[in-house]
């Protein structure tokens, strides 16, 4: 973050000082998470379901931070934001335990503060990425590709919200070059008020899908939001766009940016063509370009992934990146972000497959192609174990029954259905073809790997797979935890 202080972020979020003289200076970042402030830090009091931050800027102070943003008086030296109007309020702002509306005020000073910050940062390069699924794996590739190029700040993980993107936000400073932020929405509006936050000069938008149908009642509407972001760059900006998704390719006409089309379509500017998978299901193609094409293997594991990385690649090479030093440095990519794709193997020679960080229909898809390719033309035996997909709606039990069938169709050997709210998953499997005791219902995480442990063998392979709140990666830790660590595969 730059040097302000005290007084230069009153100003910023329209607030007022409380118990400071304004010449206090905030040298390091912000943080909502007061065991994790740093000396010269801003500690922001977020109010939360159990805990309310408020309570805890004395002990920020204490432990190194020099100042509070809060919405109400505390005992420490703060900035004190102005309340939002309950009319004013967007559901982007509802935050659990906000009953007087203080979470709101607070992440409203937030935001301000962030745009106070990328204003003075002219240099700064801002890359917006959204979509239905993939947003954090290409958040990551393209934040691996830049930062050869120049200082890159991007959120760990999915901080993707109207907390996590203006806090990503302020971790850029005068030496960042590039800002590679990831965009959210449960509900239309939310990106545009994201992208007012950190105007984007390079918008992405990988996909529209089922992710959230429960929250925005259909596709279009889910298209309707995530086109926010390409409506918000400005015209010498860069929109990049899924030619293979009708839905994205479409906002196009949504946009005064230049438009950079990615994907397998022959009308795309940036294409993959010639798509192989090795035995590990790792992808390699060939990236064709304007400037020339060149063979491409990706260390990651799903073909899903060929279409992040030609997002990712047109990303670089409009901010200046040449081919080859793209395909190099898609050639040794690393995964960065927990639970996507993470393959290991336990000490009992089991391959597991922990993509449970979270799951909508179009993921749990890609994943159990993945599985498919991993054992196709092997002994191994092929586990999926699956949980819920959240948030869909009316198109819950449809969604479900889909991939029930879709595991039969790829042949997945087993097929482990986790809690009764995915139930539809287990009956259409054991209604689909010949498939007789393959597919089985549990009630919960513990009969899971309670079965799992009795059955398993030697060189299977098991995909553990569902929306974030199933905690179904706790599966993938309890076969470790049989025999210890295993071993990361690249």
Request: charged share 20%.
């Amino acid at each position: 973050m730059i040097r302000l202080s005290l007084a230069d972020i009153a100003s910023a979020v329209d607030g007022r000082l409380h118990r400071a003289e304004g010449s206090e200076v905030v040298s390091a970042g912000v943080e909502f998470d007061s065991r994790k402030i740093a000396e010269g830090g801003l500690f922001v009091a977020v109010p939360g379901e159990r805990v309310d931050g408020h309570d805890f800027a004395a002990q920020a102070i204490a432990d190194g931070a020099t100042g509070v943003l809060a919405a109400r008086e505390v005992d420490a030296p703060a900035v004190l934001v102005p309340t939002v109007p309950v009319e004013e309020r967007s559901s982007a702002m509802a935050l659990a335990g906000d009953a007087d509306g203080t979470g709101a005020a607070v992440l409203a000073g937030l935001a301000k503060l962030a745009r106070h910050v990328v204003d003075r940062l002219p240099q700064l390069a801002v890359v917006g990425v959204t979509g239905s699924s993939g947003k954090t794996s290409t958040k990551d590739l393209i934040a691996q590709l830049l930062t050869p190029m120049g200082p890159t700040v991007a959120p760990p993980g999915s901080f993707n919200n109207e907390l996590g993107h203006p806090w990503t936000v302020l971790r850029a400073d005068e030496q960042t070059r590039h800002l590679v932020l990831e965009l959210s929405a449960r509900g239309v509006g939310h990106i545009a008020a994201l992208c007012e936050v950190a105007p984007p000069r390079v918008g992405v938008v990988l996909n529209v899908g089922h992710a959230h149908l429960g929250e925005f009642g259909s596709q279009e509407a889910v298209a309707q939001a995530k086109g926010e972001l390409v409506e918000s760059l400005p015209a010498d900006g860069v929109a990049v766009l899924n030619a293979d998704d009708p839905l994205v390719a479409a906002m196009a006409e949504r946009t005064r940016a230049r438009v950079v089309f990615v994907g397998e379509s022959p009308n795309a500017h940036v294409r993959a063509a010639d798509i192989e998978v090795d035995e590990l299901a790792r992808p390699t193609f060939t990236l064709v370009t304007e400037a020339g094409e060149q063979r491409v293997t990706l260390p990651l594991f799903g073909e899903h992934h060929v279409g992040n990385a030609l997002s990712a690649a047109a990303v670089a090479l409009e901010l200046g990146a040449t081919l080859p030093q793209v395909v190099e440095r898609l050639g040794s990519i690393q995964r960065v972000s927990a639970r996507r794709m993470e393959v290991a193997e336990t000490p009992n020679g089991v391959t597991v497959v922990n993509d449970a960080y979270n799951a909508n229909p179009e993921s749990v898809r890609a994943a159990l192609k993945t599985l498919a390719a991993m054992t196709r033309g092997r002994p191994a035996r092929a586990w999926a174990v699956l949980g819920p997909m959240a948030e869909l709606g009316d198109a819950d039990v449809e969604a479900h029954d889909e991939i029930g069938r879709l595991a039969v169709r790829l042949n997945i050997d087993r097929l482990v259905v986790v809690g009764e709210q995915a139930q539809a998953m287990h009956q259409a499997a054991s209604l689909e073809g010949s498939w007789g005791e393959e597919s089985v219902l549990v009630p919960d995480i513990d009969a899971a790997v309670a079965l799992l442990r009795a059955e398993l063998r030697p060189g299977d392979v098991v995909l553990t797979k569902a929306s974030n709140s199933a905690g179904l990666w706790r599966v993938a830790e309890a076969l470790f935890a049989d025999g210890g660590n295993g071993e990361q595969q690249q």
